[in-house]
């Protein structure tokens, strides 16, 4: 039926940036990211390598510059994908994480007995730790 038509349909292209969670920018040797939005879900692929942290502080990672900000709803949801992070001291499964009014991704470290963490810029290997992540998050 026509209430049902698809009639947002969006592809593009966007620019990785990795920083601390003070806004401090690191410097990359590469940084792209794709995406796909229909309606108000979007996908994203993205990849940044050899990521310089110097400069940074020892916070949470992030990625932004995303293409969407998260939208926001009642209570905290997170939207998550899959990640790989090169170089990295966290031995523990990751996931990257888009919380809800967000447009940044930080990466979940699933630690045992249930104490979970994000990565912080420490965890990464200045100049050679690269990040690979695929999220689906819902828009704004």
Do not use: Q
């Amino acid at each position: 039926a026509e209430a049902n038509a698809l009639d947002d349909y969006e592809e593009g292209t966007f620019t990785p940036s990795v920083e601390d969670s003070s806004s401090n920018v690191a410097t990359v040797s590469s940084a792209y990211g794709y995406y796909i939005k229909i309606g108000r879900t979007c996908t994203l692929w993205l990849n940044a390598s050899n990521i310089d942290t110097t400069g940074l502080a020892s916070n949470d990672l992030r990625v932004t510059n995303l293409p969407f900000t998260a939208a926001n709803v009642t209570g905290t949801i997170y939207m998550m994908g899959s990640c790989a992070i090169t170089n990295c001291s966290s031995t523990n499964d990751l996931s990257p994480v888009i919380i809800d009014n967000n447009a940044h991704i930080r990466f979940l470290e699933r630690v045992p007995n249930n104490v979970n963490d994000f990565i912080l810029v420490s965890e990464i290997t200045s100049g050679t730790s690269s990040i690979f992540a695929t999220v689906t998050y819902y828009t704004a």
